[in-house]
């Protein structure tokens, strides 16, 4: 079986799922019936394949190609997007595993040691606000306790939303004692690749990353008598901080971002009491991060001051630099002169690296560099490079027992 | 009956409808449960005082003591309330003009000419930001064919809205045929009359004032990967645009506000591809509002320039100077030594000045200014002392055949 016929099958066959007919993006959030109808599809596509799937407590999907309990290899991503995200950013990791194994039966591969595909829940946060929230449980990074009173938007705890799905979050998580090796191939979100006119590449690092709670309170009051002079406005407070961002990160090389906001009452002839936004903050290293972070609190409390408002940050979740086995980077790029790049966005190989676990992870171009976004591409003939690139890194690291 | 127990009993009838528990301010958007009670609450107090009713098509209410066709004096205001708002503003000029017949009758006074008491629906726009569409209805100044197509924030028409609560839209608008002159007793929204230390005065005009809505257009990107420079982020475009409308109110001594914003996809990684605004601006002059919206648009559209994002400008609905009856408001001053004072607020009592109705309207003092808050409040003394100058206001204009 050709890998070309059965991506494009696969890719079909996900297209309509939890997709906006107004943006044409993707609503596939977790533990929503977006979300179940994904579960379903991959536990299909490993039961055609003679797999056995199984799927953890909290969701979390993994099924494993050959027995025996010595480390096997395990790669795979999400099928979770951002609210009106894009198609390729984690399914085509999903995908593109499930076609590698193809490619390697079709090539007459037997595996070495157990080679298995998983699914990891919540990696984007945009239901609970925790990114890469299914792989953190299942090495310890974050405990049940503390990730249960977590709600969402509307006030649903994470217990009640994964009960609610279906799952039984008492039935434990999935184990990662086989996993000796985890492989991600993912969607550049970058232009690095472009600029190098390649179709794949690995990832050296992953940038420090994490998200701040700004609360700027204020006084409600009318819009209309009450003089200027005599408001309490946290949006201003607010607005300030916002360009405050943008300029520490562009002067610094970094990002900053302010991508959420909520604002109390919300109504168009009232002054705010309460404006509640996010900063999403990355930076080349911990301490580099700190310092942007710092800076923007410094600014945005000192403005606070001026405009009478209160203000109350608090951090989310960070996470700090992530540097891949390099020994593993280098060791795989020699099978097809892969440059080694590295990457702002947090992924859940990120977790599972800082967990032990030697890790490598496979880009594959991205024309505009456009993710998170409904206008998120790859073009076909570069996601067929990349399940190909993702077999020989599969072949190479499961092909001898361990 | 002495004026103090009716007024506070009344009050006090109403203070739990539709209030939060959380912040202790009021939810009473137009056509929902909680106004239908306000509106039953209304009903039933003009039934003890051997008044009939007549609810329009919409939810305008008026009823009349007194026959005849002579031109009337309506007095009356609103009972619906901001997003989050405060108990005064509306319901204080409802219960006093209530109260304040009680005062006439324990005085012994006979209308000379038809004297009713009304309430108008949606004065506050906080449904379908058409702020007093009551009165706009039945006036003319906005037509049923306009306003059946306007859309709450949860997509529902306002024609399936009024339909939804019971009400017939087809039955027709209350007629103003009636209303000789109308006067409105609200809270004062600033702090003129606590400056001036009395309790208190009358309006001498409205500044002019409408609400504008911002489309800032942008790209949704991920937050981590795309670098500062190559992004199009309606935040920053918005952001700025926020603190030069602060910037011109200042400068000119006018008001802008920007309360209310709603964000696409509002995701904590992802750069929005669309952030909309309204802009809520008042100023001493229609030239001077003019010129003080159209300095903010250029503002914003030069940084939509160098943000790479795009912008609409569009006006929802503009108020132009409102200058009440001033004979009406010399005559009516005399009656207590009141002072006459401007307001930057909108209300049904400009509507109908515009619409050729000799108006007036008498403030009763609020001792912190605030208003469209939990915190908006009025001493009760003073409360009382607005019911008896309405009564003299009333027994001033209704005493005498027409």
Redesign the interface.
Known sequence: MAPTSDFEQMWSDLAPVGRSAS?G?YFRQPWTTAEAELRSWFAEQCAARGLVVETDGIGNQVAWWGEGDQPGVLTGSHLDS????GAYDGPLGVVSALAALDVLRDRGFEPGRPLGIGVFVEE???RF?R?CLGSRLVTGATTWEQARELRDRDGVFLADAVSDAGLDPDAGLLSLDRVGTFVELHV????DLVDRDVAVGLASEI?P?G?WRFDFAG????????????RR?P??T???T??AA?EQ??LGGH???????S???????????LVTA?L?A?ASSDDALAAMVGAIGRQAHDRADRDGTSLDVSAESVSGAVAFDPDLAARLAGLGDWPVIP????HDAGILSEAGIPTAMVFVRNPT???????EHAETADCLAGVTALADVLAELAGTPA
């Open positions: 943006s993006g951002v609210l009106d995200g984007e946060g945009s606000g990114a550049e979100q970058g232009r940038w990353h998200r006084q409600a009051n009318h819009a209309g008598t009450t003089r200027m002079e005599d406005d949006m201003l607010y607005a300030m916002a360009l943008d990160a562009r990002r900053a971002t302010f991508g959420r906001i604002v109390q009452p919300n109504g168009t002839n009232a002054v705010p009491s996010w999403d990355r990457t702002q966005a947090g560099g456009v993710s998170h976004s409904p206008d």
